[in-house]
């Protein structure tokens, strides 16, 4: 891997690794001086970069093992598959993301989040996690152990994750419908019913005066229609950026399937999104989302010249010590851009302040400019401590992630 997903930046490590065991896993970080693990390279920052050791877990041996409640998983697997695997179990994951062509250990590391108002990140669905620490040794950390609130959402730097247990829940379907053209004062005015409305709620906006709501109902609940808020049930398939081909799309129109074919927006065999483009997403607590709505809709004039498409998600409030959405019922405010990083960045910068009054929690994934994103965090000093207990020399840092923690 060369360059990250969008093509936004090319790695600078002088070695990548491609260990088929976990043995070698151990090997590759024992032997190098700096080191870290990459997923699919879906992040837009470099928050997976290293100049020494980058450690590539697409060659290693599939692990999927069903036990209660649960399944213990590989790390390297894609959502996609591991999608298939619990279907063809007679289980589901209650989250997915918009994508399935991620790792799930990718996934967990930045607090990857789908949308729902009782639906948590990934990371929160994580029982234990099997880590290869700086000395090589593997350390298994439990829910409930010391540290573990603070060792799933770790963006590699404490180490490697070699397999992860997460919770499960029986299979379920899910029905897609688009409610196009919502009067966006509706929204605002509604912000709570509309996203209380569906299993999972989407509204999408290039902030022009409407929004396009994806809602996905669980087809055992009880559906509620958003006509009353002026919006208008899609007829046809609906792509989440205007203009994209929607053959890419899960499947709409309330054809009901499964949950893996309906919660992301994406389907695994196509192009994700766009391609070339740069992302964003900035969290706050649920109870402003109509102030912050209305905030960032006054900036619409200096968003429009980069802007593919908006997207506001809600996400349940999780333990994780830096998930976005810790201790908080979250909206997330995404934004899909052109690839252009210098106008993004000086966007961005807008962005941060007319938010700052929620203080809003960047998505570790994605491209943000403030550089004090610990200050947002009640546990950062413990989790440096973590860092220092279990990577003394700093060999999974990097200078994102150094920065942050150096100031
Ligand atoms: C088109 C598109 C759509 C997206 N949609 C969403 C969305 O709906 N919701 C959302 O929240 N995000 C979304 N994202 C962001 C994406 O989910 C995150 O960037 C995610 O981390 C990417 O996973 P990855 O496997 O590519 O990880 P990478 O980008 O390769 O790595 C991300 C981080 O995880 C760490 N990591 C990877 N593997 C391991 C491991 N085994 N052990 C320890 N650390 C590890 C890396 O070191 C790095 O710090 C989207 C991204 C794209 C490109």
Redesign the pocket.
Known sequence: MST???GNFTFSAGLTAHPTSVEEVQDAVRAAESA??????????T??DTSGTL?S?DRMPEVFEVRSGSVRVG??M?LARLADLLHAAGLALPA????P???????????????GNDIP??ASLVRS?D?VTADGGITTLSRGDAGFDGAVV?????????AVELDVVPTFEVEQRVYQDMPFDALVANVDAVFASAYSVSAFTTWQGVAHVFAKHRTTDTRHDLAWTGATAATEPHHPVPGQPTLHCTTQLGVPGPWHERL???RADFT????R?L?S?YFVAREHAAEALKALNALAAELAPVLLTS?V?TVAADAQWLSPVHGRPSV?F?F?WQPDDTAVRTVLRKIEASLSPWRPRP????VFEMADPGERYENWARFAELQARLDPAGK?RNPL?DGWFTG
């Open positions: 990250n997903w969008a870290h693990v990459v997923g699919a390279g879906h992040s837009f920052s928050i997976a450690i877990l790390a390297g894609r997915m993301p918009s994508l062509h991620i790792t799930i250990t990718g996934a967990c590391a930045t607090a990857t989040h789908g949308s990140s990934l996690l880590l770790a963006f590699g730097s404490l180490g490697v994750v070699v992301p927006h994406f994700p999104s766009v391609g483009e992302q997403e997207e998600r997330a995404h899909t998505h570790w994934g994605k999974f992630i």
